[in-house]
């Protein structure tokens, strides 16, 4: 079997799809994207196809190396999201050219289903307590809010306060016995982290999400160490490498990182069982589209810390198109009782509607994160 070509696809609301075909007529999907970059790394996808067109998309493992370390330069965000996309694809094409599930060709299945959390809010915290008892009358047990506006290195202990209400409100309408992570998305620099890990301790939060930028946590570490509350990182970190340091500083008790971000199945398996070694969960990180997610729980289906999966139906930049809308069977991400079954169909597990793609990609998107500013005048972090 040789691959034939490769075609992405810039499908709202804000995701890059890729098709791999070959000369038998098994096509592959991945999904290799950036948020807010789509266009970049499809053209990183492009340079890379240089290095596959021709070849066997079975021998994955070579192939992932030489797309690596093949360009003398390696590693960001960039590359590693090209990369992951690729190998989401030539996995697909393995599994359906032998008839099995990703995770049979894996080593098989650790578990049959894993829980799965909802986000709740916009970028914004603003009603947010509703939002997490729909959410929860929906049938799920866990939920994921941003925890905080903008946060100047130095600022008003009234914003603190306001994390503290919004969070308050959240556990009050859904009770003590449901799962609620506050994610700090970056937005927090030392000084204002280190009191608000203190004063949401109250709250038995599942985790507390990067509670600053990766690399600054080991400026925190011992704040980190002190905290009951587990403390989980890795959706901006994209190799073994990145998350070596991080995994064994004792710092982080959940690594959360991204298959379309961090060089797809075969890199994130690495990365999840190098993790398992220091006692450190996983909760991988997918706010993005149905390609993404079928591949994450791949991962999850054969690696034993992980204990959670972040899915993004409903999510809000989910505006013009959702997560079900590209897959011929939306029953496949069906959850009960808060939990995602690992689907067992050959390759990735579900069905690409290619017409549908091909029509939404007609539109395409452009995508941007928004841009922040203080009260000064100067850069937020979103």
Not at 144 to 168: A, C, F, P, W
Not at 239 to 245: H, I, L, V, Y
Not at 301 to 316: M, P, T, V
Request: net charge negative; charged share 25%; aromatic share 8%.
């Amino acid at each position: 079997m040789k691959i034939t070509s490769m075609t992405t696809y810039m499908v709202p609301p804000r995701w890059l799809f890729l098709k791999i075909e070959t000369d038998e007529g098994i096509v592959g999907w991945g999904e290799p994207v950036v948020e807010g970059r789509a266009a970049t790394v499809a053209a990183a996808v492009e340079e890379l196809s240089d290095l596959l067109i021709g070849k066997d998309p079975s021998n994955i493992e070579d192939l992932w190396t030489i797309m690596y370390r093949g360009g003398f330069y390696r590693g960001g965000p960039i590359l590693m999201s090209a990369i992951a996309g690729i190998d989401q694809a030539l996995w697909d094409i393995k599994g359906k050219s032998l008839g099995q599930p990703v995770h049979q060709l894996l080593g098989g299945k650790v578990r049959d289903r894993i829980r799965t959390y909802s986000w709740i809010g916009g970028d914004r915290p603003a009603d947010t307590a509703a939002a997490a008892l729909e959410t929860k009358q929906r049938g799920f047990t866990a939920v994921k809010m941003n925890g905080t506006e903008e946060l100047q290195y130095i600022d008003s202990h009234r914003k603190i306060d306001q994390v503290i209400e919004n969070v308050q409100a959240v556990r009050d309408a859904v009770g003590e016995d449901f799962g609620i992570g506050v994610d700090f998305h970056g937005r927090v620099h030392k000084p204002m982290a280190k009191i608000l890990i203190r004063e949401l301790e109250f709250f038995r939060l599942m985790f507390i999400e990067e509670p600053v930028l990766s690399e600054h946590v080991g400026s925190l570490k011992d704040v980190l160490a002190t905290t009951s509350t587990p403390i989980a990182l890795g959706e901006r970190l994209y190799s073994r490498w990145d998350f070596r340091e991080i995994v064994a500083s004792g710092a982080v008790d959940i690594i959360q990182p991204d298959v379309s971000h961090s060089g797809g199945i075969t890199e994130t398996r690495r990365i999840a069982h190098m993790a398992e070694a220091f006692d450190v969960a996983l909760a991988l990180h997918c706010p993005l589209g149905p390609i993404a997610l079928a591949s994450c729980l791949q991962v999850d289906a054969g690696c034993y810390n992980a204990f959670i999966q972040e899915q993004s139906l409903g999510i809000h930049y989910n505006t013009s198109n959702d997560l079900l809308d590209y897959v011929t069977d939306p029953s496949v991400f069906d959850y009960s009782d808060g939990m995602l079954a690992i689907p067992d169909s050959p390759g990735l597990g579900i069905e690409v509607n290619e017409e549908y793609v091909f029509e939404r990609a007609a539109e395409g998107h452009r995508w941007r994160n928004p841009i922040w500013r203080h009260a000064d005048g100067s850069f937020a972090e979103w």
